[in-house]
């Protein structure tokens, strides 16, 4: 799980809050994090594998950006999880490894340098895990204000894998600093390493739903821009939008608020001259029981995130090497053209879709829209809201700018 505790856990000279948490049931500890872990793990991963679908024409579907960082988010939890196996794995099956490391025996490193190699790699994939899912919101806002698309996905892997690597570099290095036996001999080496294992967290509880806010709003006002009015599809299709923001942000709040709930109560402690005494029984049964809250929802994000992101997408595999290179919640489509018209059964590409747009208009004697705008919203099984303008605006550069097209996927 993504605490500073991991960390500081491999520390011989550890503070008595540590100590106090970490040394309570540990092997059962360790048996709820493996198994936790591991269920996310195999739910996750069946998830993500192709899945037999209707047969699609053409070639095969581009996914969106946002699409591409949904997927990268349930990357990151499948190998935060691979990491909490191994580690609680070797805790069980070696149980005098915490023991060699308690001791500070300094001939003896391994046993340390698995703890800080374990801790790093969990940490590390929990926080790519936060900074993607901050890059999500602020994507989907961007490209409904039609300042992104599909190249920016450069930029975010740039911008999220770089602060990855700095804020716990640093962080580890500050806790350790100069060696491993000296960390938390004072606030100056815990505290660098709290604030950046817990900042891009925190930043995805208070930004991403302001994020998500301005987006509904922002589709709201194009959908009534659309025709000047705000039909019942139109209502239905807003909905749908904030309840998948809501499924997203009510996952990652489940799964990490206790954290924050439980470093607050074990700061808590550690001002406490005496961590043992009697009216801290409450406090320290509290931070107990968020310790193992944390242990079985922590991994469980990378399920729950598939779950909210498109819905249970069912055990029928399909492994033919066709199939492989789609993203697992690429789906079937309904295009509409100022209303909400199926069609029927596979996913159109965009320029299929323009020349479909392009007879519907026609027909109707309207003008064509200077920019395509695609929806993915909630019909049987979704996946998510998935909103981006098309690179191909230049196609419609002499038409006016007041129409629309919604693409809505179901999975």
Known sequence: ??????????????????????????????????????????????????????FRHGAPHKPASSLRILFIISVCDLLACA???????????????????SAGNSSDVWPQVFCVGGAMWIQLFFSASFWWTFCYAVDVFLVVKRSAGISTIVLYHMITWGLTLLLCVEGVAMLYYPSISSCENGLQHAIPHYVTTYAPM?????????LFTRTVSAVTSLLKGQQGI????????GSEIK?????????????????IIN???????????????????NVRNAALITWFIMGILNPMQGFLNTLAFHGWTGLNVDFSRQRRRELPWDSASTSLAGGYTPVAGSTLLYQSHVQEIKKNLSANGQQQPSDAISVLSEDSESSTVEIHISSEQREFEDVKPNGASLEISTG
């Open 1 to 54: 799980m993504a605490s500073p505790r991991l960390e500081t856990f491999c520390c011989p000279n550890r503070d008595p809050a540590t100590e106090f948490i970490t040394g309570f049931q540990p092997q059962f500890f360790s048996v709820i994090c493996s198994c936790s872990a591991a269920l996310s793990l195999v739910f996750t991963g069946l998830q993500l594998l192709p899945k037999h679908r209707p």
């Open 243 to 259: 309840i998948r923001f809501f499924k997203i942000m009510l996952v990652f709040v489940v799964c990490w608020l206790p954290n």
């Open 263 to 281: 470093e607050s109560l074990l700061f808590y402690l550690e001002m406490q001259d005496d961590v043992s005494a009697g009216d801290l029984k």
């Open 202 to 210: 925190l930043l995805v509880l208070l930004v991403n739903p302001v």
């Open 230 to 237: 705000y039909t019942e599809n139109e209502r239905r299709l």
């Open 83 to 101: 990491g909490m196996v191994v580690r609680s794995s070797v805790w069980l099956g070696s149980p005098d490894l915490v023991s060699r490391i």
